[in-house]
Every structure is written in structure tokens, then in C-alpha cells.
């Protein structure tokens, strides 16, 4: 099993571009989050699935879109990126009942915005 | 709210005991902690659930008060291996929602 995996490892754009980054996972999970982490802040919940063509905001998700038309999938859409989404970027997932269950985060996407 | 840990930062020595607090202001249905190395992703440690019901790693011991909504996290033994920064994340009535404390710093030297 290959778990959670990321791409791209490491992006730089301008102000105002778009892109998406890519997250999936082999291991039939149902629950799937996004997450950012910047310096002395700890992961913050971006949006989050419970399941294909569910998805829910979680603590900052302004300025990001995101979509899971499959179980394995979940990307994570920038519109117009600022200089604020300059982050490390973490998707995770995990078996899902009552409550998150053990997550299994991805290796990171590291995004700088100029 | 973010959960509040403590302390921000320990150092030890090979050997030494550590116990890391995570303190919530909203009641709990889950405490889950996290140990992550700089550069890499963050590792599962343990779950502590509502009602007594834990989960993870056997060298790892934790509690959760559920009245004080309070989670500690026991590293008995201290090995290198041991050094990074350990989050809790804590989960108010099975939302779905994971939010993390800021983390604290370990690190053991030999």
C-alpha cells in the first residue's frame, strides 16, 4: 500500500494564480481532511469528507475549494492564491464511525506564494 | 478554541521521564495525540475516547479527564528516537473536526 500520497512535495506561485493540490489514498478510508501548518500555529483543519460527494469547512477554509467525487481522491483547490496561503500543506485519512478514528497523514506539500 | 498544551518546550536526557498536558475549554469526545520530526508528517500516537476507550501505541501511556477536559501524555524511558514535537488534537462531540494544539518541543539528548 502505497497510503497517503501527495503531489506536487513543493509549489511556488504568483499572487492570484490557481492551482490544486492532489491527495489520495489506497487504503478504502472514509474520512479524509486537509490541514495547514504554519510556524508556532499546529495543524488547522482546512475542509474535511466523510465519505464521496460529502465535504464540510473546517477552522480556515476561505479561500480554498474542495471536491470528492471518489473515495481515493481528495484535491484541494486554491482560487487565487495570496501570499497568506504560504504554508506546509497536509492531507490525511482515516477509517471513520463514531468520531475520527487514527489518521494517516500524507508527506507534505510545501507552497510558497510571491 | 485551540487546545492549550504545556509545557511549550522540554529538554531531557536519555533515560528521563516527560509528561505533556493538552487542556481544552469545551467538553470532549476525543484526545488524540500526535508526534511529529521536523520535515516529516505527523505519526499517530494514541486516541483516547469519551467513556475510557483508548487506542495506539503499546510504549505510550496517556490519560483523559474527561470532567477537567485534560489529556497527558506519559513518555516513560526517554529514548532518542523520542525527540520531535507532539501535538494533541481534541474532537468535541464526534464532529468530525480534529483541532490541534500549537505542540511542544521534545527533545532528548544522550
Known amino acids: 500500500n502505497a497510503g497517503v500520497t501527495q503531489t506536487p512535495k513543493f509549489q511556488v506561485l504568483k499572487t492570484g494564480q490557481s492551482m490544486t493540490l492532489q491527495c489520495a489514498q489506497d487504503m478504502n478510508h472514509e474520512y479524509m481532511s486537509w490541514y495547514r501548518q504554519d510556524p508556532g500555529m499546529g495543524l488547522r483543519l482546512i475542509h474535511y469528507s466523510v465519505g464521496a460527494g460529502i465535504t464540510d469547512q473546517g477552522e480556515v477554509p476561505n479561500g480554498y475549494n474542495v471536491s470528492r467525487s471518489t473515495t481515493e481522491d481528495f484535491p484541494l483547490r486554491l482560487l487565487s492564491a495570496a501570499p497568506s496561503q504560504t504554508s506546509v500543506y497536509f492531507c490525511?485519512?482515516?477509517?471513520?464511525?463514531?468520531?475520527?478514528?487514527?489518521?494517516?497523514f500524507g508527506p507534505g506539500t510545501r507552497l510558497t506564494v510571491l | 478554541q485551540q487546545p492549550v498544551q504545556s509545557p511549550q518546550a522540554v529538554i531531557l536526557r536519555e533515560g528521563e521521564d516527560a509528561v505533556i498536558n493538552c487542556s481544552s475549554s469545551?467538553?470532549?469526545?476525543?484526545v488524540h495525540w500526535y508526534r511529529q520530526k521536523h520535515g516529516e508528517a505527523p505519526v499517530f500516537l494514541m486516541i483516547?475516547?469519551?467513556?475510557?476507550e483508548q487506542k495506539g501505541h503499546e510504549k505510550i501511556s496517556a490519560s483523559f479527564n474527561e470532567k477537567k477536559q485534560q489529556s497527558s501524555l506519559y513518555l516513560t524511558a526517554s529514548q532518542l528516537s523520542y525527540s520531535g514535537t507532539y501535538f494533541c488534537?481534541?474532537?468535541?462531540?464526534?464532529?468530525?473536526?480534529?483541532?490541534f494544539g500549537k505542540g511542544t518541543l521534545l527533545t532528548v539528548n544522550p
Open positions: 490525511a485519512s482515516s477509517y471513520s464511525g463514531q468520531g475520527i478514528d487514527t489518521q494517516y
Open positions: 488534537g481534541t474532537e468535541s462531540g464526534s464532529n468530525y473536526k480534529l483541532t
Open positions: 483516547l475516547l469519551k467513556g475510557g
Open positions: 469545551k467538553a470532549l469526545y476525543s
